[in-house]
């Protein structure tokens, strides 16, 4: 198993959160002093020149008009870490391409990221979450079109070395496509692409060799979309070779009281504020899915996991933490009940989470509970090409 | 019914001449006292547009403009010319995009507070964005008495919801950016020569009267009336002073 250490970047020195109607879109930015973004950004780096030491990869994202991540660009962030970073891979989950409507812009920016760092670049796109539609202004209802045709667009470009191609598609038309550089890794960098319950979109992934990742979800419902990807996973050779990935919040503590109160400072993440008509705007979920808002069934995607507490979210696999021990335990336990997967992303840092407590969590993870599950299985392609090998 | 190869779902009601009915984005319309009334001197014709109702949404449809040129292909099919036309809200807009491409079909438009254009400058918002505020908000722009708007979807059966749930949606899909307006149907206006009246809520928080106004202005026969306590749905709010209006000018 492969574990990446990553953070979001927070802001959270706000005023208290509840005067506050919303931390995301509509937070205005006097909220937000520039010395202190300033300590914040390269503190977070430093945190993954830390990591790197200690035998994490990397993982980076990003957000837009949120205190909640101060990424507003994973290219940026990628590409500093793959010039002073020396030996994790560097993932960025992800590429919103949906909104930023660019792809060819993107392959070429992923193309330079992996050439300075050798080919350590894992190449991650995303759909972007419901209150990120407000800053880009995207069509709510049309996201999942445009993911896919920006990740085929991207990947053509990075196989296509003979010779300039046409692409007239609906969102995107270049009439001599021909990118410099081509990416370092061959055919290209490992693709990711993430999910909550779009399975058409997991297969896809699955049938195109990418890995699938989730975030912040129950067990069984982890279990039912990784159960989805591995019936339809196709080995096509590429570098990483596919899997499954899961992240949750992780913090690791000398003592059960310890853990439990970091544990408690990251799942400021959890109840961070948005207001109602950012979380589910009209088309980003199936019909039958509104059908359910609208008798109050369902109020957005992670709603319900953040109502509940800490102890219902450590069960569930959400929140790990604990000593070493009791976090390498939850981590089988949750390998065990979702049938297995290949990539822990862990969410070490969130909120107020200082310097000092996220670099001693960390610390620990690495020495005393990665060596545990370092050799956990991967994901068998569960097709004839792959029982084949 | 089939049109140009699509299914569409178009409801016929009522005794009398056709009126051709053009719902809006939350098809309050068609359990509306409004349309009841009209039924006694009309024959109600009203399509759902693509997306809307039980009619097919293909992905080609993406604008008013794109759903214009079904609608004129509907009338076509239906035989209807020179027919009184009535559009509210999302509905009006269809209206004005159907007129301006050809009029033939209608021989007088009554429009309840139409979205369609953009009037003021790029940090100007003309039309409040019912996706970016507060729901709670929203109800208080839209009615003026915000009681009016409330809806026990609790009590409905998931048939129903799922309408709902799809006219939200499409209209999302048809009018989310540019933001409830095509840039280009200012310009094209002038070619709707038929008789307009525009009808608005004196409290419209969504679309305000000086914008109605200011619209009304851009076709050359139109008429513009204003609605005591009324919101965005005039109609709705106040059906009674609306069918005198709507009577007198039709």
Redesign the interface.
């Known amino acids: 198993m492969d574990v990446w250490h990553f953070t979001e970047m927070p802001y959270p020195h706000l005023p208290p959160v509840d005067t506050l ?1 919303t931390m995301r879109v509509t937070l205005p930015s006097r909220h937000y002093d520039p010395k202190i973004g300033a300590d914040l950004y390269n503190r977070y780096l430093d945190e993954y020149m830390i990591a790197d030491d200690l035998g994490f990869h990397h993982m980076v994202n990003e957000h837009h008009q949120t205190a909640t991540c101060l990424d507003v660009a994973a290219p940026l962030s990628a590409a500093i870490l793959a010039r002073q970073t020396r030996k994790g891979r560097i993932c960025i989950l992800g590429n919103p391409v949906a909104n930023r409507g660019d792809p060819l812009r993107i392959a070429e920016e992923m193309a330079m990221i992996d050439c300075i760092s050798r080919g350590r670049l894992d190449v991650g796109f995303v759909r972007g979450v419901p209150y990120e539609i ?1 800053a880009a ?6 996201t999942v ?1 445009r993911l896919w045709e920006g990740i085929d667009l991207a990947v053509r470009a990075w196989t296509s070395h003979d010779e300039p191609f046409n692409f007239e598609g609906r969102f995107t038309r270049r009439r001599l496509v021909n990118l410099w550089p081509r990416p370092y890794q061959s055919p290209h960098p490992p693709v990711w692409i993430t999910g909550s319950s779009d399975f058409d979109s997991i297969k896809k992934a699955a049938g195109r060799g990418y890995v699938f990742a989730t975030f912040l979800q129950p067990h069984e419902k982890v279990r039912a979309l990784f159960d989805a990807y591995r019936s339809a996973y196709l080995d096509q050779g590429l570098p990483g070779g596919g899997g499954t990935a899961f992240m949750p919040l992780v913090f690791t503590g000398d003592s059960e009281d310890a853990a439990e109160a970091g544990a408690r400072e990251l799942v400021w993440y959890m109840t961070a504020k948005t ?3 950012f979380r589910n ?3 980003y979920v199936p ?2 899915l ?2 359910k ?4 069934a369902f109020s957005g995607r992670t709603d319900a996991m953040r109502a509940m507490g800490l102890e219902f979210q450590r069960e569930q696999g959400v929140v790990m933490y604990g000593t070493p021990d009791q976090v390498a335990k939850q981590i089988r336990r949750f390998y065990d009940r979702v049938g297995g997967f290949d990539h822990l992303l862990v969410m070490l840092q969130a909120g107020f989470l200082d310097h000092a407590r996220t670099v001693q969590s960390m610390t620990l993870f690495a020495k005393e509970v990665l060596p545990q599950i370092r050799e956990l299985a991967r994901t068998r392609p569960n097709n004839a090409k792959g029982a084949a090998e | 019914m089939k049109v140009s190869g699509l299914e569409l779902e178009v409801e016929r009601r009522g005794r009398g001449r056709p009126l051709l009915v053009l719902y809006g984005e939350e098809a309050l319309e068609r359990d509306a006292p409004v349309l009841a009334e009209l039924a006694k001197d009309y024959e109600l014709i009203i399509p759902s547009p693509p997306g809307f109702g039980t009619s097919e949404r293909p992905d080609w449809i993406e604008s008013p403009d794109d759903i214009a040129y079904i609608y004129l292909d509907l009338v076509e099919t239906l035989g209807l010319r020179q027919t009184p036309t009535l559009g509210c809200s999302f509905g009006g807009w269809l209206a004005l995009e159907m007129a301006t491409k050809h009029d033939g079909f209608c021989s007088k438009l009554v429009l309840a507070a139409p979205y369609g254009v953009k009037i003021g400058g790029p940090a100007d918002r003309d039309i409040q964005d019912p996706w970016n505020i507060h729901p709670g908000k929203a109800a208080e722009l839209k009615w003026f008495d915000p009681e009016k708007g409330k809806r026990d979807f609790g009590a409905m059966p998931e048939r129903e919801l799922t309408v709902v749930a799809r006219n939200n949606e499409s209209f999302a899909r048809f009018c989310w950016d540019p933001c409830l307006h095509n840039p280009k149907l200012k310009q094209r206006l002038h070619r709707v020569r038929v008789p307009t009246l525009f009808v608005w809520g004196e409290h419209d928080g969504i679309v305000t009267p000086d914008y109605g106004k200011a619209f009304s202005r851009m076709i050359p026969q139109a008429r513009f009336a204003i609605v005591q306590q009324a919101g965005h749905y005039p109609h709705l709010e106040q059906p009674a002073k609306f069918l005198t209006l709507v009577q007198d000018f039709l």
């Open positions: 109607s407000f202004n995207t069509n709510p209802t049309q079109e207001e109602p008509q705007p009209p088309g019909v039958e509104n059908v808002a609208l008798q109050g």
